[in-house]
T-cell receptor, first 113, second 113 residues
Framework: EAAVTQSPRNKVAVTGGKVTLSCNQT?????MYWYRQDTGHGLRLIHY???????EKGDIPDGYKASRPSQENFSLILELATPSQTSVYFC????????????FGKGTRLTVV | GDSVTQTEGPVTLSEGTSLTVNCSYE??????LFWYVQYPGEGPQLLFK?????EKGSNRGFEATYNKEATSFHLQKASVQESDSAVYYC????????????FGKGTHLHVLP
């Protein structure tokens, strides 16, 4: 079964601190995505990748960096966390060409205080 | 740019009544359209997809027709159940940037027993 695993599942960070959210997929998918989910905004794309070593900006990349060191792993990095980045973050993977199913992890709840 | 607009929620229905969640999209490309469903504590999961204009997709009693002329993809179910309570997302991907999947803001459905 397709699997996308996110860690940690919950995180409390201090303003100005560095936060790294990790994602691992066992689907052997080329594409991986990071979304944030907020009430009133739905799912918004932060960064995505179409293979190891590649990262692309999504619709709301400011304040975030991404890293794809391997086919399986895709990280989201907040160098200087701010309270406005308090949200639920979802990682997802997909086979390619965008018109195939995208599989999501269970999400990471991040609170920046 | 490419976008998706759907019924704002929450939508509250009684068991056995019918459901329509409106979805309209904007793109100058050739989209594949999706409906995703998200249950509490989980990530979104695919309900069904329709890659071709004027075709219908369906799953678990839900259905939607890809109406190219009206640029719509409304979700319908004849008789909802309490277990259908969830958040529903309309989404699209387009051929020329097939790595991006764009989601609507989501519609929260509550079904009362």
């Amino acid at each position: 079964e397709a699997a996308v695993t996110q860690s940690p599942r919950n995180k409390v960070a201090v303003t100005g601190g560095k936060v790294t959210l990790s994602c691992n997929q066992t689907n052997n998918h080329n594409n991986m995505y990071w979304y944030r989910q907020d009430t009133g905004h739905g799912l918004r794309l932060i960064h995505y990748s179409y293979g190891a070593g590649s990262t692309e900006k999504g619709d709301i990349p400011d304040g975030y960096k991404a890293s794809r060191p391997s086919q399986e792993n895709f990280s989201l990095i907040l160098e200087l966390a701010t309270p406005s980045q308090t949200s639920v973050y979802f990682c997802a993977s997909g086979g390619g060409q965008g018109n195939t199913e995208v599989f999501f992890g269970k999400g990471t709840r991040l609170t920046v205080v | 740019g490419d976008s998706v607009t759907q019924t704002e929620g929450p939508v509250t229905l009684s068991e056995g009544t019918s459901l329509t969640v409106n979805c309209s999209y904007e793109t100058k490309q050739y989209p594949t359209l999706f409906w995703y469903v998200q249950y509490p504590g989980e990530g979104p999961q695919l309900l069904f997809k329709v890659p071709k204009a004027n075709e219908k997709g369906s799953n678990r009693g839900f259905e939607a027709t890809y109406n190219k002329e009206a640029t719509s993809f409304h979700l319908q179910k004849a008789s909802v159940q309490e277990s259908d309570s969830a958040v529903y997302y309309c989404a699209l991907s387009v051929d020329t940037n097939a790595y991006k999947v764009i989601f609507g803001k989501g519609t929260h459905l509550h079904v009362l027993p």
